[in-house]
């Protein structure tokens, strides 16, 4: 297993939620920011939420108000609790470990989740 290891993704209604989780094998407050990021078809990845060691987060616009970024620091976890899901946020996701909160060649990632928004 790599350093982080995402669960959580799969197949789910418009409106459904979905929770992902990404555990490291690192104390996660070593890292300056760990975030949830995601790639469309011939796309980069691209932020969408993510917290910093001190706990402040960032969110991309387009998921503002529907999901939520969080972390438990005795369990090394962080997790995305994407409710009111569109089909438009179908993608892989990926957590990152790394040092800002754009994409860096410094990043740690995960092995990805696909999230399918679907009817």
């Known amino acids: 297993q790599g350093l982080l290891v995402e669960s959580g993704g799969g197949l789910v209604q418009p409106g459904g939620s979905l929770r992902l989780s990404c555990a490291a094998s690192?104390?996660?407050?070593?890292?300056?920011?760990m975030g949830w990021y995601r790639r469309f078809p011939g796309g980069e990845r691209e932020l969408v939420a993510a917290?910093?060691?001190?706990?402040?987060?960032n969110y991309a616009d387009s998921v503002k108000g529907r999901f939520t970024i969080s972390r438990d620091i005795a369990k090394n976890t962080i997790y995305l609790q994407m409710d009111s899901l569109k089909p438009n946020d179908t993608a892989v996701y990926y957590c990152?470990?790394?040092?800002?909160?754009?994409?860096?060649?410094?990043?740690?990632w995960g092995q990805g989740a696909q999230v399918t928004v679907s009817s």
């Open positions: 690192a104390r996660i407050v070593s890292f300056n920011v």
């Open positions: 990152k470990a790394g040092t800002t909160w754009s994409v860096s060649r410094f990043d740690y």
């Open positions: 917290i910093a060691r001190g706990g402040s987060t």
